[in-house]
């Protein structure tokens, strides 16, 4: 969608990171999202399942990488109890054969 994709990101090191950085400060200090960032590409993808297909969402790499730095930040604030096991990494779910 824009051309921005991760290897540019990756090439830029330290100044392309505090860019980044400064983006995601400026988001939430605004509190809104360019309609650049906010827009993907829905694909479908069809599996052999119950369902006909399921979508999946191609985002900005740029969006991916806020995506991250947010749920560091909010990681590092939250407590999760021991007992969620959904969508957890590391945790098996309970019962998976419901999936």
Do not use: N
């Not at 991760?6 to 990171?17: H, L, N, S, V």
């Amino acid at each position: 969608m824009s051309g921005l994709v991760a290897e540019i990101i990756q090439a830029t090191g330290d100044i392309g990171t505090q860019w980044i950085l400064d983006l995601c400060d400026g988001i939430v200090k605004e509190g809104c999202i360019s309609e650049d960032l906010k827009s993907g590409v829905v694909l479908p993808v069809y599996k052999d399942k119950g369902d006909p297909y399921e979508e999946i969402i191609l985002l900005e790499h740029a969006m991916k990488v806020f995506e991250r730095i947010f749920e560091h930040r909010i990681r590092q604030q939250i407590q999760i109890d021991d007992m969620q096991f959904g969508f957890m990494k590391g945790k098996e779910p309970l019962m998976p054969f419901l999936l």
